[in-house]
């Protein structure tokens, strides 16, 4: 009986046909910054005061510097204040000037905003005073969408497939950010952004199991990587899309819309051949390997393709799967920590953006420009020290960097966002290491439910670190200090975790731990097969010519 990992090697580690794929699903996460961080953008805040238009009845002359001197309190630095005003009352203009307003009250009326003033989420839904707080429930109303997203398209991928599950996330993502861009109400756009964070969930977690699934075990940190350093060029590209479009439904429409380009994905988008297999959809999977064989220029033994059939079938997994298993329990409670950890240092960074004290748009290119040397320094850094060292020494950095910002006084913008610069960049390594990590530690039956267990605690994160942010009223230290804290914590148990770096994925769950490859599948890897695929160097494989 073969192994599914004999193919693997057969069609190539890491041929064209798997470039090309990782290229397809690489796409979508381009886009991926536009969601997560583009509200940012979105609420810059502008000067406002409340609307006090009632006065025009009695004074209609009046100049408006004389209509706010006489409706609008002043604080402590002689400014007028941006969130109350004095209370309407029915007397005439002279008596207003002689005796003067006193008695304020909060803006009922609304707010009014510089005149030529690009539409924003700020001016179009009165996102300040008391309202303010509404700006980061938004946020977190896109991350719960991200978490429905992770135990919906998580489990909807082991059971229906992956190429499936990411048309569907792809075209829901578009569908509902167009809508969202349309929204002519605060919580219908609340709404559409929930279905958005569903479907980037969905389409984050299926990405990485396709990426995993087909390609060979030393391949695997490129292969995922890679798609991020997508995501890591898409940041970059928000810091220049955002400052040319300041109409904030214009940038919505430019990070959703293209997705609705990649309708070709119905035809080429492959489904996973070692998933096919767990289903005992053998046929189908023959089909699969074939034709990407056929693109890699290789060929597959009629012999050993027969083999497929002769393959165990193994069982369909669930949720519950996860803690009957001793090993898997471990990971699966060590590993939500961890995504959860990732999730809390990562986006208190990146939803802290305008809060460094620089100009936004260039703290966001610079967040954007470290991600593509943290993501791709990990593709090197998890094949040298392994994917646990990696992991756990990434996490402490970002927790302790988190901290030392907590301690600079506000005073010091430009050696705050140094930090947190260098501090996005080890959140950054320490997710994308969690990525390839995770998707090695569970067998591919529970692949994505395992991933996307572990996502969602990431997502709780989410959802709590734009609140956390609330508590910066209270002193500016208490966010980051909370952000960095279980970063360091959790660092410290992921020492406890096996090590997967070179080590064949597990298929089900009775096979729960990564097994090491054979070195006769190593060394077949590294030979070139001759055009009809029969030699298989048979003095040197003993193993593989059994099979045949």
Same mark, same amino acid.
């Given at each position: 009986?073969?192994?599914?990992?004999?193919?693997?090697?057969?069609?190539?580690?890491?041929?064209?046909?798997?470039?090309?794929?990782?290229?397809?699903?690489?796409?979508?996460?381009?886009?991926?910054?536009?969601?997560?961080?583009?509200?940012?953008?979105?609420?810059?805040?502008?000067?406002?005061?409340?609307?006090?238009?009632?006065?025009?009845?009695?004074?209609?002359?009046?100049?408006?510097?004389?209509?706010?001197?006489?409706?609008?309190?002043?604080?402590?630095?002689?400014?007028?204040?941006?969130?109350?005003?004095?209370?309407?009352?029915?007397?005439?203009?002279?008596?207003?000037?002689?005796?003067?307003?006193?008695?304020?009250?909060?803006?009922?009326?609304?707010?009014?905003?510089?005149?030529?003033?690009?539409?924003?989420?700020?001016?179009?839904?009165?996102?300040?005073?008391?309202?303010?707080?509404?700006?980061?429930?938004?946020?977190?109303?896109?991350?719960?969408?991200?978490?429905?997203?992770?135990?919906?398209?998580?489990?909807?991928?082991?059971?229906?497939?992956?190429?499936?599950?990411?048309?569907?996330?792809?075209?829901?993502?578009?569908?509902?950010?167009?809508?969202?861009?349309?929204?002519?109400?605060?919580?219908?756009?609340?709404?559409?952004?929930?279905?958005?964070?569903?479907?980037?969930?969905?389409?984050?977690?299926?990405?990485?199991?396709?990426?995993?699934?087909?390609?060979?075990?030393?391949?695997?940190?490129?292969?995922?990587?890679?798609?991020?350093?997508?995501?890591?060029?898409?940041?970059?590209?928000?810091?220049?899309?955002?400052?040319? *479009?300041?109409?904030?439904? =214009? +940038? /919505?429409?430019? #990070?959703?819309?293209?997705?609705? @380009?990649? %309708?070709?994905?119905?035809?080429?988008?492959?489904?996973?051949?070692?998933?096919?297999?767990?289903?005992?959809?053998?046929?189908?999977?023959?089909?699969?390997?074939?034709?990407?064989?056929?693109?890699?220029?290789?060929?597959?033994?009629?012999?050993?393709?027969?083999?497929?059939?002769?393959?165990?079938?193994?069982?369909?997994?669930?949720?519950?799967?996860?803690?009957?298993?001793?090993?898997?329990?471990?990971?699966?409670?060590?590993?939500?920590?961890?995504?959860?950890?990732?999730?809390?240092?990562?986006?208190?960074?990146?939803?802290?953006?305008?809060?460094?004290?620089?100009?936004?748009?260039?703290?966001?290119?610079?967040?954007?420009?470290?991600?593509?040397?943290?993501? *791709?320094?990990?593709?090197? =850094? +998890? /094949?040298?020290? #392994?994917?646990?060292?990696?992991? @756990?020494? %990434?996490?402490?950095?970002?927790?302790?960097?988190?901290?030392?910002?907590?301690?600079?006084?506000?005073?010091?913008?430009?050696?705050?966002?140094?930090?947190?610069?260098?501090?996005?960049?080890?959140?950054?390594?320490?997710?994308?290491?969690?990525?390839?990590?995770?998707?090695?530690?569970?067998?591919?039956?529970?692949?994505?439910?395992?991933?996307?267990?572990?996502?969602?605690?990431?997502?709780?994160?989410?959802?709590?670190?734009?609140?956390?942010?609330?508590?910066?009223?209270?002193?500016?230290?208490?966010?980051?200090?909370?952000?960095?804290?279980?970063?360091?914590?959790?660092?410290?148990?992921?020492?406890?975790?096996?090590?997967?770096?070179?080590?064949?994925?597990?298929?089900?769950?009775?096979?729960?731990?990564?097994?090491?490859?054979?070195?006769?599948?190593?060394?077949?890897?590294?030979?070139?097969?001759?055009?009809?695929?029969?030699?298989?160097?048979?003095?040197?494989?003993?193993?593989?010519?059994?099979?045949?």
């Amino acid at each position: 009986m073969t192994e599914f990992g004999d193919f693997m090697n057969i069609l190539g580690d890491f041929g064209p046909y798997q470039k090309l794929l990782i290229f397809f699903i690489s796409l979508p996460q381009f886009l991926i910054p536009f969601q997560m961080s583009g509200q940012e953008f979105m609420v810059l805040e502008v000067p406002h005061h409340c609307d006090t238009s009632w006065i025009r009845a009695v004074g209609p002359n009046l100049t408006e510097e004389e209509q706010l001197n006489l409706t609008l309190p002043r604080g402590a630095d002689g400014a007028y204040e941006q969130c109350r005003r004095y209370s309407p009352v029915d007397w005439d203009l002279d008596s207003i000037r002689s005796y003067g307003l006193n008695a304020t009250e909060e803006c009922r009326s609304g707010w009014v905003y510089p005149a030529g003033q690009p539409p924003s989420l700020l001016t179009e839904f009165d996102l300040v005073c008391e309202r303010k707080a509404l700006e980061d429930i938004a946020l977190s109303i896109y991350m719960v969408g991200l978490l429905i997203g992770a135990v919906i398209f998580g489990t909807l991928s082991d059971r229906f497939g992956r190429r499936l599950t990411l048309l569907l996330c792809v075209f829901t993502q578009g569908l509902s950010g167009v809508g969202a861009a349309l929204a002519p109400h605060l919580y219908v756009y609340m709404a559409f952004r929930c279905l958005v964070g569903a479907a980037v969930s969905g389409i984050l977690i299926t990405s990485l199991s396709l990426a995993t699934e087909w390609v060979g075990a030393s391949s695997r940190p490129k292969a995922v990587l890679i798609s991020h350093c997508f995501s890591a060029v898409g940041q970059m590209a928000l810091a220049g899309a955002s400052y040319g *479009l300041r109409n904030w439904r =214009l +940038l /919505e429409i430019a #990070g959703n819309a293209p997705l609705f @380009a990649l %309708f070709f994905y119905i035809w080429v988008l492959p489904e996973s051949a070692r998933w096919l297999v767990t289903k005992g959809r053998i046929e189908e999977a023959k089909k699969v390997l074939q034709k990407a064989a056929s693109f890699n220029k290789r060929t597959i033994p009629p012999e050993l393709l027969e083999q497929l059939k002769a393959e165990k079938q193994t069982n369909s997994g669930g949720i519950l799967d996860l803690f009957r298993n001793k090993h898997l329990r471990k990971v699966t409670l060590i590993m939500s920590l961890t995504w959860f950890a990732d999730g809390l240092v990562y986006y208190g960074l990146s939803f802290n953006v305008t809060s460094f004290g620089l100009d936004i748009y260039l703290t966001q290119l610079a967040f954007g420009a470290v991600e593509l040397p943290a993501r *791709l320094s990990c593709i090197f =850094l +998890l /094949e040298w020290f #392994g994917r646990k060292k990696t992991q @756990a020494v %990434f996490l402490l950095l970002s927790g302790l960097l988190c901290l030392t910002v907590a301690g600079i006084p506000e005073d010091q913008p430009v050696t705050t966002t140094i930090l947190a610069t260098i501090g996005k960049f080890t959140a950054t390594a320490s997710l994308s290491s969690s990525y390839v990590y995770t998707a090695e530690l569970f067998p591919t039956v529970i692949r994505q439910t395992g991933t996307g267990l572990c996502s969602m605690s990431a997502r709780v994160a989410g959802i709590i670190a734009p609140l956390i942010r609330l508590l910066g009223e209270f002193h500016h230290a208490i966010p980051m200090a909370l952000f960095g804290s279980p970063p360091v914590l959790v660092g410290v148990l992921c020492f406890l975790l096996p090590e997967t770096r070179g080590n064949e994925l597990a298929d089900n769950t009775g096979a729960a731990i990564p097994q090491p490859r054979s070195k006769n599948l190593e060394e077949l890897a590294k030979k070139d097969l001759t055009e009809d695929g029969a030699d298989l160097k048979k003095d040197i494989y003993p193993s593989l010519e059994t099979k045949l």
